[in-house]
């Protein structure tokens, strides 16, 4: 997520190497997500959005401006992020579970997984 190398960039701030180094570890987890949804789509015959033009029009993450972030503005972003992340694989889950896809629904729990341990993370680290 293009969205999170901004972040990663641009953050300045007290909390800087550790929130430089855990958005690093996010964006590279988005990659590895990335990759797993599309080839699930591929066994599926289908084909997965893999033009930027695509992925723009079908996005519900907001961009942001290229600026510096506090560390505090970018746990919000974050978070905000995570927490839509979150509801946007719930519903992937509950439509492959009411079309018994077990494979995409097990997909789905581990990515929320992910996502709620990275909100767990940014809460602690926001005091």
């Not at 570890?25 to 893999?50: H, N, Q, T």
Request: charged share 25%; aromatic share 12%.
């Amino acid at each position: 997520m293009l969205k999170f190398h901004n972040l990663h960039w641009n953050v300045v701030g007290p909390q800087f190497i550790p929130l430089h180094q855990f958005s690093e570890s996010a964006y590279e987890g988005f990659f590895e997500s990335y990759d797993a949804v599309a080839e699930l789509i591929k066994m599926r015959g289908l084909f997965p959005v893999g033009s930027l033009k695509d992925i723009l029009a079908i996005s519900t993450i907001k961009e942001l401006e290229n600026k510096s972030f506090s560390t505090s503005e970018m746990l919000a972003i974050m978070k905000e992020d995570f927490t839509a992340l979150i509801a946007l694989a719930t519903q992937i889950r509950k439509e492959a579970d009411e079309a018994n896809d077990f494979t995409v629904v097990a997909t789905m729990e581990d990515e929320i997984a992910k996502y709620e341990k990275h909100i767990w993370f940014i809460t602690s680290m926001q005091g």
